[in-house]
C-alpha cells in the first residue's frame, strides 16, 4: 500500500520501514522511510479525512500557502533551520499538493522533521515553549496576502452552533445513550449562556477576525529531542480566519490540567496555576506586538469556552454514535467529556486566581 502511495508522489526510492502513526484523533497517519540515492528519507503519509474534511482541494490550498509564506519569512530573517520549522509538502506527481488514489481517496505527504517529539502532558517550561511557538506563528500569519482563506470547516468554533448540535443529539438519542450521560447534559445546559460570549464579541466588532491555528492542543508542536525547545507547528488543517482567544483558549485547555484529554481518574483534572501562568507569558510574548487592547480581557473567558466547546463535542460524538472523534473503548467520548467539564469546574473555581495571572502577563509583556 505505502509502495503504491509513494509512486503517486515524488518520491523515488524503496521503502525500508513503514510505521502506523496513532494520536490523531482525524486522519490516518503513516511514516515510511524510503531509501533514496542512499540515503534514508522518512514522511509522514496521511490519508484525508473526508467526512471532517469535505473539500480537501481547498484545505490542501491553504496548507500550501501558510507553509510557502512561513518558510519564505522564516528564510528573510535567516533562520538557520528552517527545514525543521515549518512542514515540508512534498508534491504529487501531477504537481499538486495532494494525490487521489484509485479508490478516490486524497493523500499528503510531509517531510518528517527527525529527533522530535511531542507531549501530550507538559511542565511549565514546556508550556511556556509550546504557547510561545503558536502565538509566533499566528505573528508569522499575519500578513499573508491573496484571498482569505478558505473556511475548511464551517463553524468550526462557533460554540453556539455546537451547541445547537448537542441539543438535537440530545433530542434525537439514536443510540439510546442520553440516559447515560444524564449529569454531563445537565451540566452543559447550565452553562448554555456563556456559549456565545466569543461569537457575539466577534459580531458586533469587538473582537478582531486574524489567521489563526484554530487547534492549538500541546501535541499538535513538534519539540527537538536535544535542546527540548518548540520547533514546529504541525496540524495545519484548521489555519484560517478565527479568534486569537480560541488559540489562547485551547492551549490553556490542553496543557494546565497536568492530566491526559482522556484521564478517568477526575482527581488529577485540574488547573495546575503555574503552568497558566507559562502558557499566557508565552503566548503574550509573542504575540502582544499585534494584538488589540480589546482581545485581553477574553483570555479567560475563552479558556473556559473552548473548554466546553470541547466538552459538548465530545459529548455530541458520543450521543450520535462516536462517528467523528476515533475512540478505544465503548465511553472514550464520554470520558472525554467528563474530563473537560471536570476542568471547567477547575477553572471556575479558580477564575479570580486566572484573571489576576494575565493582569500580572498583561503588565509585564508592556
Ligand atoms: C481534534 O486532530 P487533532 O487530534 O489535533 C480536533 C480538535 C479537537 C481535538 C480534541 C479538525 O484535533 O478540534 O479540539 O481533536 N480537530 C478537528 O482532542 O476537529
Ligand atoms: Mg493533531
Given at each position: ?17 513503514t ?14 522511510s ?13 490519508r ?42 512534498i ?52 500578513d ?20 445547537q448540535d ?36 466577534q ?29 514546529c507547528?504541525?496540524d ?24 491526559r ?13 503555574p503552568?497558566f501562568?507559562?502558557?499566557?507569558d ?70 479570580n486566581?486566572m484573571?489576576?495571572i ?9
Amino acid at each position: 500500500m505505502v509502495r503504491k502511495i509513494a509512486d503517486r508522489f515524488l518520491i523515488d526510492g524503496q521503502p525500508v520501514k513503514t510505521l502506523t502513526l496513532v494520536g490523531g484523533h482525524i486522519h490516518d497517519s503513516c511514516l515510511a522511510s524510503y531509501l533514496e540515492d542512499g540515503r534514508t528519507n522518512t514522511y509522514v503519509h496521511q490519508r484525508i479525512n473526508r467526512n471532517v474534511f469535505q473539500d480537501p482541494v481547498r484545505l490542501m490550498d491553504n496548507v500550501s500557502r501558510v507553509v510557502a509564506h512561513v518558510r519564505a519569512k522564516l528564510e528573510r530573517s535567516s533562520c538557520v533551520d528552517v527545514e525543521r520549522r515549518v512542514l515540508t509538502l512534498i508534491p504529487g506527481r501531477e504537481g499538486k499538493p495532494y494525490c487521489i488514489d484509485r479508490e478516490g481517496e486524497y493523500w499528503r505527504t510531509y517531510r518528517y522533521i527527525e529527533n522530535t517529539l511531542t507531549h501530550d502532558v507538559v511542565t511549565p517550561s514546556l508550556a511556556h515553549e509550546a504557547a510561545a511557538a503558536f502565538g509566533n506563528f499566528v505573528d508569522l500569519l499575519q500578513d499573508l496576502s491573496g484571498p482569505r482563506l478558505h473556511e475548511t470547516i464551517l463553524n468550526f468554533h462557533n460554540t453556539p452552533k455546537r451547541y445547537q448540535d448537542l441539543c438535537r443529539a440530545i433530542d434525537d438519542d439514536p443510540h439510546n445513550r442520553a440516559e447515560t450521560a444524564r449529569s454531563e447534559i445537565d451540566f452543559a445546559v447550565a452553562r448554555q449562556e456563556m456559549a456565545s460570549i466569543l461569537t457575539d464579541a466577534q459580531a458586533s466588532g469587538e473582537l478582531p477576525e486574524r489567521i489563526v491555528h484554530n487547534d492549538t492542543k500541546i501535541n499538535n508542536v513538534l519539540f527537538d529531542i536535544n535542546s527540548g525547545k518548540a520547533l514546529c507547528v504541525i496540524d495545519l488543517d484548521t489555519v484560517m480566519p478565527g479568534l486569537t482567544a480560541y488559540d489562547f483558549g485551547d492551549l490553556v485547555r490542553t496543557m494546565t490540567s497536568a492530566s491526559r484529554e482522556d484521564e478517568c481518574d477526575l482527581n488529577q483534572v485540574h488547573v495546575d496555576l503555574p503552568i497558566f501562568e507559562a502558557v499566557t507569558d508565552g503566548y503574550l510574548g509573542s504575540t502582544r506586538s499585534f494584538l488589540d487592547e480589546r482581545e485581553l480581557p477574553f483570555m479567560v473567558p475563552a479558556a473556559i469556552i473552548i473548554t466546553y466547546e470541547a466538552g459538548i463535542r465530545f459529548l455530541t460524538d458520543y450521543l450520535q454514535g462516536d462517528s467523528y472523534f476515533r475512540i478505544k473503548r465503548p465511553t472514550h467520548n464520554l470520558d472525554r467529556c467528563r474530563n473537560q467539564f471536570k476542568l471547567i469546574s477547575s477553572m471556575e473555581a479558580q477564575r479570580n486566581a486566572m484573571e489576576a495571572i494575565v493582569k500580572r502577563a498583561i503588565r509585564r509583556s508592556h
